[in-house]
């Protein structure tokens, strides 16, 4: 898969409400890549996701291509069942009736819904996917009444369960707590190393989130790449200070992560 692309952006100007929200960006991932997306709020990292996925439009002249899929000639409905897109945000989309269950089984066909009846054998994943999870507890729980963390959990075993080529995973850990985060960070973790053809696409605005596995990534600032490449080479105190606009020093322990303080 070396050289092949899951994503490529160019020259990508993004504009929401009438203010530049992405600068000219360039940007390649390729297929099987393990990369990450680091920025602090207002960076772009959102509205960059919602441009892969078709539901924010750069100005003419850029390309988008995911998956080998050029956006403006493609049929944006099938390529989106072939990513998995896991956000806080997409709990606003979700009816205040559906179950954890229910929630789950709308990754079949990569709906929000259920447009149709599941097999037993697809109702039988959910569920072996959400013990995995650990919130198989939740199947008959009303998505509305679960914790931010919860809800975060049933996303992930949501996204799973399309069996994606790509997985984009919006900042997962930003409700959760210690425990919960380094649970979550480990389950990304065995999904990378277990899963070698499918793409990951990781985004957070914490430096200590970004785990040795991804090998590559960029650092954005109001929407322009302050750096990109490989983990070693971008994720470095000068860059990073000038990215979040503050002093910054790293620490790194001992299984290869970094952890951020102010100096």
């Not at 539901?55 to 493609?74: D, Q, S």
């Not at 984009?168 to 065995?190: C, K, N, Q, T």
């Not at 200070?241 to 002093?247: K, L």
Request: with cysteine.
């Amino acid at each position: 898969m070396a050289n092949e692309l899951a994503i490529r952006v160019e020259n990508a100007s993004v504009y929401l409400g009438g203010r530049e929200i992405i600068h000219d960006m360039n940007w390649r991932v390729e297929k099987g890549g393990r990369c990450f997306i680091l920025g602090a709020n207002g960076a772009g990292k959102t509205t960059l996701v919602k441009t892969l996925m078709g539901y924010a439009w750069p100005k003419f002249g850029a390309t988008v291509e995911v998956l080998g899929n050029r956006f403006g000639r493609t049929n944006l409905v099938e390529l989106r069942k072939k990513i998995a897109w896991v956000s806080p945000c997409m709990q606003q989309f979700t009816e205040t009736d559906w179950t954890g269950l229910e929630m789950v089984l709308s990754g079949i066909d990569g709906t929000l819904g259920l447009f149709r009846k599941p097999l037993p054998e697809e109702v039988d994943q959910a569920k072996a996917l959400m013990k995995r999870f650990r919130c198989d507890h939740l199947a008959d729980q009303q998505i509305f009444t679960m914790s931010s963390g919860e809800q975060v959990k049933i996303l992930i075993a949501r996204a799973l369960l399309t069996r994606p080529e790509l997985v984009i995973l919006d900042e997962p850990s930003v409700y959760l707590d210690m425990a919960g985060r380094e649970f979550l960070l480990g389950e990304i973790e065995h999904i990378a190393n277990t899963l070698p053809e499918v793409t990951i696409v990781f985004i957070t605005q914490r430096i200590e989130d970004i785990l040795p596995v991804f090998d590559c990534g960029m650092i954005l600032a109001h929407g322009r790449i302050v750096s990109s490449g490989k983990r070693e080479e971008i994720l470095d105190e000068e860059h990073l200070s000038s990215a979040f606009g503050m002093p910054i020093k790293l620490i790194r322990n001992k299984k290869g992560r970094f952890w951020a303080v102010l100096e």
